[in-house]
């Protein structure tokens, strides 16, 4: 059994925020998909906003150390996909409302 | 945080001096202009040609120099061949304007001097550059912009290092004819080049705008190469059809270049009216009334709006371009270096709580309201307009600095 679910690393992936548009990266949908196995290892699939984005290390990072600060996770391994290519219809209403989409 | 790689931002401390001179020169530009009377008004004036590079070396060249060494690695997605190259540009390129500046205006024997400091800076600049580019592994359109831009900078400041020599008498060459090669590679291969390649990659960074054709960017970027190559054969050969197509490839490339601008802002998700996207507006609108001046003066030959149409992509479209990026690249450095060690230990700040936002209104008000006044000033050959668009371009310059150093000097 999973030490943690989808929606747990989710959770912990919702404190990291874009700085540039100042919304989380979960309710702006670049995080695809979330995993952990029973002995800790998580595996996050995201994307960015840009393949051009310069915080991009930053941001993995982020995510890293977010997950990593749920109890027991052994490693996290983040996985940067670009297929398929992110748009706004991906971010929860609340995002696409402030930005005015 | 150790493993975090800088390569995709450059130390502030390397890149703050051009933005600083940079914004100092835009105000230096600004006051400048209380020194014109709509006599001074024509393209071979000494006064016209020592302002030209005071805006396009000092502010432009200046600021697009500083922006690059982060934008590079962001677009080429490589880092740097050396960086600390940088160190040495702005210096160099400081006293190079300055000479060229004074050169003009009061003693040509200072402008071959000038010429060759500006030479040796911006060859630092284009091989850094070229060298960045040797490192990455398979070119996209965008990372051949800079290649092919970079290429014509080269052979721009050849011309004008050539024209500056002859212009002081150590050398004999034709000025006259060289001037269309010269105009040509900087303003047409370099700077708008670098403009068309760099924003398909940052307005719609910043305005979350996606699944748009490249296609328009590959026509402009191809069709405004052939145009500068017509351009340069057109002078060196003296055949005048090859400029005439040359022109028209030119404003056709522009053309082309704005309509992509205007599918990317027609399908922008993120709406929100800022400094940085009420400054591109402006731009873009500078710039079109830039084309449509253009071919007004194709039709009549006056050269007060060859002036005008030359006014407005310099403080208009360049200027505006410039300034709203200012308040999204300085932000985004100053934040790096010191708010983002602390992500997840504090509040700090977002990029956006960096920007003044009453002197970036300001700035943005007072410099569109001076852009507009002198257009009007250059067609109507007004004195007194002049002096009022002047005006209202030193206050709307004095806010950009205070804006500029506002946002260095965040604390949070």
Not at chain 1, 58 to 74: D, H, Y
Request: glycine share 6%.
């Amino acid at each position: 059994m999973a030490m943690y679910t989808k929606d747990e690393i989710f959770q912990a992936i919702s404190t990291v925020i874009d700085p540039e548009v100042g919304f989380n990266l979960v309710e702006m949908g670049l995080i695809y998909d979330a995993s952990c196995d029973k002995e800790g290892n998580v595996k996050v699939t995201m994307t960015l906003s840009t393949k051009a984005c310069p915080l991009h290390q930053m941001i993995l990072q982020w995510v890293k150390e977010a997950v990593e600060k749920l109890p027991n996770v052994q490693s996290v391994d983040v996985e940067v996909v670009w297929e398929p290519e992110w748009n706004i219809t991906m971010a929860d209403n609340n995002v696409k409302k402030a930005l005015g989409a | 945080m150790g493993k975090i790689s800088q390569d995709f931002a450059p130390p502030f401390k390397l890149i703050a001096p051009f933005f600083i001179l940079g914004s100092i020169f835009y105000l230096l530009s600004s006051l400048y202009l209380f020194t014109f009377t709509s006599d001074d008004l024509s393209f071979t004036n000494p006064q016209v040609i020592s302002f030209t590079h005071l805006f396009l070396l000092g502010f432009v060249m200046m600021t697009i120099f500083g922006a690059m060494a982060q934008l590079v690695p962001v677009v080429l997605e490589v880092g740097h061949f050396g960086v600390e190259l940088f160190y040495a540009i702005w210096p160099l390129l400081l006293i190079g304007t300055l000479l060229m500046v004074f050169g003009f205006l009061y003693s040509s024997a200072l402008l071959p001097y000038g010429g060759i400091v500006v030479l040796i800076s911006m060859m630092i600049f284009v091989g850094e550059i070229f060298l960045t580019i040797f490192k990455v592994k398979k070119l996209t359109l965008v990372m051949s912009s800079v290649l092919i831009s970079n290429t014509f900078l080269f052979f721009g400041i050849i011309f004008g290092l050539l024209m500056a020599l002859s212009y002081a008498g150590t050398i004999s060459v034709d000025i006259s004819s060289l001037l269309k090669a010269h105009i040509y590679s900087v303003l047409g291969g370099y700077i708008s080049i670098t403009i068309m390649g760099l924003s398909v990659v940052l307005i719609p960074m910043f305005t979350l705008s996606h699944s748009f054709s490249m296609r328009p960017l590959e026509i402009s970027i191809s069709t405004m190469t052939i145009a500068v190559v017509l351009a340069i054969l057109a002078s060196l050969l003296h055949l005048e059809v090859l400029s005439y197509i040359a022109d028209i490839l030119a404003l056709g490339a522009m053309l082309v270049y704005a309509y992509l601008i205007y599918i990317i802002y027609k399908i922008r998700p993120r709406k929100e009216n800022d400094v940085y996207a009420i400054s591109l507006m402006f731009s873009y609108s500078s710039l079109v009334a830039s084309i449509l001046m253009l071919v007004v003066y194709f039709f009549m030959e006056k050269e007060t709006y060859l002036l005008a149409s030359m006014w407005l992509l310099f403080f208009g479209f360049f200027g505006f371009l410039i300034t709203g990026h200012i308040y999204k690249i300085i932000p985004f450095l100053v934040w790096f270096e010191k708010f983002s060690p602390l992500v997840g230990k504090q509040k700090i700040p977002m990029l956006a709580d960096m920007v003044p936002y009453k002197s970036s209104q300001a700035q943005f008000i007072f410099c569109a309201v001076g852009v507009i006044i002198v257009t009007i000033a250059i067609i109507s050959q007004s004195n007194i307009l002049i002096g009022a668009g002047a005006s209202f371009l030193v206050m709307g310059a004095i806010a950009f600095i205070r804006s500029v150093l506002y946002m260095i000097n965040f604390k949070g």
